[in-house]
């Protein structure tokens, strides 16, 4: 999984991108002529701890995330000239955007526009993105009316149908309506996943606030959520500067300082676990050659779909899945047990790989 960090400049989304990675990237004066800060993370899963008890493995592999702090070209930026084309090649191949937005007030970070107004930045930022996909919009448009001249009568019918298509994610984005907000069908769907539009993109709004806000955070999360949140966007506040600043001790002593602080969650255990229900993703375990492994699927993922996650051959010469829920292990407390209890059950290839299941591949190639 990957997450781009997008912001206004001023916003911390490199501040915010520091706490979620544990990193130490440069937080002012960070040029759009840079490449991006890349950050991979080990996703915290308390599963993982009670597999190790239980089988012992020489090895744990947790899933992973990478987050790609991503900067904003400030000449033209939120002025509808678009993002710029780098910016735009590392948008386009994430899976999802993280939208640091400036809640916090500093006096000696002065914001761009000369005031803080979260819901002015917000309107920017989907103002530039949407401009983005109408641009994509415009020329695909332009190449089928090219295409639709020498096309044959067979053709002719998929042109128009994508045109139709086209004109009316169009017609939603000049109305505000980003294409992840618009009821398309699933075959719709399933055209655009060429275009890689970027308001098609799961969207999380993390609110950056100061620390004298974070009793106020729930609130603040009301509030943008009664406008923003929707299906595929989410919202949630954290404080970055103090999360950056836990992310540098050792997680005992941050776990103290965030009780004092009344902060019951790491914000990289929210962001992650917010991250995963966007994109509608689950993990299951595999235990073999003395190791325990997560892995990250999509919900609805078949055993034969997953088995190709590990290894295309798994997937190809499938022959069948012997599953346990890790619930079960955790009650049978071995391997072993759980066979003598029947609960270690064989799937095919169409099993529906379900959150938590520790899955052994049978295959033969």
């Known amino acids: 999984m990957e997450i781009g960090i997008i912001g206004l400049p001023k916003s911390g989304k490199t501040t915010v991108f520091n706490a979620l990675t544990r990193g130490k ?94 819901g002015r930045d917000v309107g920017t930022m989907n103002m530039e993105l949407a401009f983005s996909d109408l641009a994509i919009i415009e020329r695909r448009m332009e190449r089928l009316h090219v295409s639709l001249k020498g096309a044959k009568p067979q053709e002719r019918e998929a042109i128009s149908r994508e045109q139709t298509m086209l004109d009316k994610i169009k017609s939603a984005l000049e109305a505000d309506i980003p294409v992840r907000g618009q009821n398309l069908s699933e075959n719709e769907s399933k055209l655009l996943d060429n275009f890689q539009f970027l308001t098609a993109k799961p969207m999380l709004l993390l609110l950056n606030i100061a620390e ?100 295309t051959d798994m997937e190809r010469g499938f022959i069948r899945a012997e599953v346990i829920s890790h619930g079960d292990l955790v009650k049978c407390g071995s391997l072993a047990e759980a066979r003598k209890h029947g609960l270690l059950h064989l799937e095919g290839k169409n099993y529906m790989v379900q959150d938590g299941d520790v899955v052994t591949i049978l295959f033969n190639v």
């Open 25 to 118: 990237a440069q937080t002012d004066a960070y040029s759009s002529a840079l490449a991006p800060n890349i950050g991979v993370v080990k996703v915290p899963d308390p599963r993982l701890e009670t597999l190790t008890k239980i089988l012992k493995p020489k090895r744990v592999v947790p899933a992973e995330v990478t987050y790609i702090d991503i900067a904003a070209p400030a000449k033209g930026f939120g002025k509808s000239e678009g993002p710029g084309g780098q910016f735009l090649a590392y948008l386009s191949k994430v899976d999802a955007l993280a939208h640091v937005v400036r809640v916090f007030e500093d006096e000696r970070l002065l914001h761009p526009e000369g005031s803080v107004n979260p």
């Open 212 to 311: 004298k806000q974070i009793p106020e955070a729930s609130s603040l999360e009301d509030k943008f959520g009664s406008t923003y949140r929707r299906p595929n966007c989410e919202v949630a506040a954290l404080c970055g500067k103090l999360e950056m600043e836990l992310a540098q001790l050792d997680d005992a002593e941050a776990q103290v300082f965030r009780l004092e602080l009344g902060v019951t969650q790491s914000g990289l255990d929210r962001v992650i676990r917010l991250s995963y229900s966007l994109l509608g993703l689950i993990s299951f375990f595999t235990t073999a050659s003395d190791e325990v492994k997560a892995w990250t699927i999509r919900h609805n993922t078949t055993a034969q779909r997953a088995a190709g996650k590990i290894h």
